[in-house]
């Protein structure tokens, strides 16, 4: 088993900055592909980013691209979200996921992770 614990969300203004962690626990040798994916009330699930076991291929929704960054340390298991310039329809609560390798077209999808954490709350106010 792999446990999954997210850290850092809180309160921002729009336009703000926040840094979400993901501590990996457990049987980390079965994590490989990294995600980041969201859900806002009332709304399903999407898919925010994701990173490679090697942190060498990165994987964004249009969204977010080139204001949001994953990456990860893996010898600390730990993987981050850096978000800038936050807009309050990104309040949402944030999870993280792992799985096994992963190819591109299957990056973005929830089910393709085995391991979810409890989620981190961000809410961005205009």
């Known amino acids: 088993q792999v446990q999954l614990v997210e850290s850092g969300g809180g309160l921002v203004q729009t336009g703000g900055s926040l840094i979400l962690s993901c501590a990996a626990s457990?049987?980390?040798?079965?994590?490989?592909?990294m995600g980041w994916f969201r859900q806002a009330p009332g709304k399903e699930r999407e898919f925010v980013a994701a990173?490679?076991?090697?942190?060498?291929?990165?994987y964004y929704d249009d969204s977010v691209k080139g204001r949001f960054t994953i990456s990860r340390d893996k010898a600390k298991n730990i993987v981050y979200l850096q978000m800038n310039s936050l807009k309050s329809e990104e309040t949402a609560v944030y999870y993280c996921?792992?799985?096994?390798?992963?190819?591109?077209?299957?990056?973005?999808?929830?089910?393709?992770?085995?391991?979810w954490g409890q989620g981190t709350q961000v809410t961005v106010s205009s």
């Open positions: 996921a792992a799985g096994g390798p992963l190819a591109v077209g299957f990056v973005h999808r929830g089910g393709s992770y085995k391991y």
């Open positions: 457990g049987r980390t040798v079965h994590m490989n592909t």
């Open positions: 990173i490679s076991w090697s942190g060498e291929t990165t």
